[in-house]
């Protein structure tokens, strides 16, 4: 069975940027710009202050991994009183590493963009800043991959980069399960990553985004889930944030959405998706997308 991470990661075509170290000694503030992205940096040695607008300053120490979603503005230092700097001369003409001073303090840092389409499924669905603190229990295992990558960058062995790369892909799904399992302990937002951690949850959304085009009704979903109508329902209304078949719906909309991208026609797309008829899937993706099929095939033709 396909697993809901994995699907919405290929609809995502999640693509990891080239990672970067960072080192530095002494006094220092480096700030670096917004990016429509997720970003997460890990202290390797030492300990430094993370500082975003409207925040308090955030310590950091060894062992400690932050993400964010829709990257924001941030600034890294060893003083949060410091004025900060642009820290992207440091990675002047390409450098993997950007040094100041010396190496009291390293990090590693990465980013990771999505189509644009389809960005907020997974940027809506996190909180903006999630940190991972190296005394928790799923710091072990970012600890083991990011010793790893830290061991690529020191390496003159061929691939070090494309080896840097996939390790970064092989983080973020920690992060995100180490994300999905703290909501699982403590639900403090509605959103499908938290839920994947609920067994019987994750089993209905695993089912759903395996035969999207089934159809689909909320006592099959409760069957998969081994769990009553009402309940499951209820379950999925206060974990997800809508309704079963809402969710459904808005999946289906994201698959058209990028089947018509890649230049499916629309009944091929309603059969696809296990629409009866042409109306019938042109009217659910209005309501979803606010624009017909044929004008967002259209508007997709014409890089928009």
């Given at each position: 069975?396909t697993?809901?991470l994995?699907s919405?990661f290929?609809l ?6 080239r990672?970067h170290?960072?080192?530095a ?6 700030r670096f ?19 975003r ?9 060894a062992?400690?991994v ?6 924001p503005?941030?600034a ?8 900060a ?6 990675f ?8 100041h001073?010396?190496d ?21 669905a996190?909180?903006r800043f ?11 295992a ?5 010793e790893i ?5 020191d390496?003159?062995?061929l691939g ?6 996939h ?14 399992a ?6 403090q937002r509605g959103?499908w ?5 609920d ?15 089934r ?6 979903l ?8 009402s309940?499951f329902?209820?379950?999925?209304q206060s974990?997800?944030g809508?309704?079963?078949?809402a969710?459904?719906q808005?999946?289906?909309m994201q ?8 230049g ?21 993706f ?12 259209i ?6």
């Open positions: 069975m697993d809901t994995s919405v290929r995502l075509d999640l693509q990891s940027a990672t170290r960072f080192e000694a002494g006094d220092w503030a480096f710009p917004a990016r429509e992205a997720l970003k997460f940096a890990a202290v390797l040695r030492g300990s430094c202050f993370m500082l607008e409207g925040e308090a300053p955030q310590p950091l120490s062992g400690d932050f993400l964010l979603a829709e990257s503005a941030y890294l230092a060893s003083d949060p009183a410091l004025p700097e642009d820290g992207r001369r440091l002047a003409g390409g450098a993997s590493t950007g040094r001073r010396g009291e303090v390293v990090m590693i840092a990465g980013s990771f963009s999505a189509s644009a389409q389809h960005r907020a499924l997974l940027l809506g996190l909180p999630m940190l991972i603190p190296a005394a928790t229990a799923e710091a072990p970012l600890r083991r991959t990011l990558m830290a061991a690529e960058f390496t003159t062995e070090a980069e494309l080896m840097r790369r390790l970064t892909d092989m983080l973020l799904i920690q992060l995100l399960r180490a994300f999905a703290r909501e699982s302990a403590a639900p959103g990553i938290g839920a994947l951690a067994p019987r949850l994750g089993a209905a959304l695993d089912a759903l985004h395996a035969e999207p085009e159809n689909w009704t909320v006592s099959a409760a069957a998969v889930a081994g769990m009553s109508r309940s329902a209820a379950a999925f974990r997800i809508m309704a079963p078949m969710y459904l808005g999946w289906r698959l058209a959405e990028d089947l018509l991208r890649q499916e026609s629309v009944g091929r797309v309603a059969a696809r998706l296990g629409y009866g008829s042409r109306s019938a899937f042109g009217a659910a209005r309501r979803t997308k606010g624009r017909t099929p044929r004008s967002a095939a508007a997709h033709s014409n890089g928009e």
